[in-house]
């Protein structure tokens, strides 16, 4: 069994930044299809990016292009996404999901196993 948690989120001004990280355990973490998704309160899971197991490949919700970069460390076990430039907007828990293989997919329905997620919350 996968587990994954979340870290990294907190409470910043409009303008800064934060890195969220995502570290997995069981399985083989070079395998993994990473992605990570937000729900703001009142509204459905939203995808966010994904990065696929050899992190050659990579996708982006429109909204965050240029803005946010995802990335993983087989190494380590770990995905990342760097948020810049963070609006009010992106407040939201933010969620790290993982799938074996496969394609790099936008829809949580692709993905097998998923954190707790992590608060981050923007203000103006």
Request: proline content about 2%.
């Amino acid at each position: 069994q996968v587990q994954l948690v979340e870290s990294g989120g907190g409470l910043v001004q409009a303008g800064g930044s934060l890195r969220l990280s995502c570290i997995a355990s069981g399985g083989t973490f070079s395998n993994y299809n990473m992605g990570w998704f937000r729900q703001a309160p009142g509204k459905e899971r939203e995808f966010v990016a994904a990065i696929n197991w050899g992190a050659t490949a990579t996708r982006y919700a429109e909204s965050v292009k240029g803005q946010f970069t995802i990335s993983k460390d087989n190494a380590k076990s770990t995905a990342y996404l760097q948020m810049n430039s963070l609006k009010p907007e992106d407040t939201a828990v933010y969620y790290c999901a993982q799938r074996v293989l496969g394609l790099v997919t936008t829809t949580p329905t692709g993905y097998d196993n998923w954190g707790q997620g992590t608060q981050v919350t923007v203000s103006s």
